[in-house]
């Protein structure tokens, strides 16, 4: 199993959930987040208004899948939420050691 990581930009969040949720995952978490890349301090635009900061608002995903799913998961990620712009994001690979589902006990692939 892998756990992908994604930050994406705010504003291409419903695009991507809408796109994964046909794409055969089962489950996902969001949270919102800030961070900086490589241009640290640069500006960026977000939601009309100019950040100067280097902590931009950026929106993670985690999402836990098979194995034989992962490429394609990322693939859709990276291409739903690319608007060819710096700070667009950046997807993370874990292996994923193991999973549970805390109702029934059910383990590994079966817990997803
Ligand atoms: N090396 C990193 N480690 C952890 N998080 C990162 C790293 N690089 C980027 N991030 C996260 O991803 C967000 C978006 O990064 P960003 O897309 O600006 O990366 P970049 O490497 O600067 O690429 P680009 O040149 O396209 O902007 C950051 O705000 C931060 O939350
Ligand atoms: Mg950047």
Do not use: H, W
């Amino acid at each position: 199993m892998k756990y992908i990581t994604a930050i994406i930009k705010p504003f291409k969040f419903t695009e991507v959930k809408d796109a994964l949720g046909s794409a055969g995952i089962s489950g996902m978490t969001v949270s919102e987040v800030s961070g900086f890349g490589r241009q640290r301090g640069q500006t960026e635009v977000y939601r009309g208004a100019e950040y100067t900061s280097a902590m931009l608002p950026k929106i993670k995903l985690e999402i836990a899948v098979p194995d034989g799913l992962a490429e394609s998961i990322v693939e859709v990620i990276r291409r739903t939420a690319c608007n060819d712009e710096i700070g667009d994001g950046k997807i993370f690979v874990y292996e994923l050691a193991d999973a549970r589902r805390i109702r029934t006990g059910e383990q590994g692939e079966l817990a997803l």
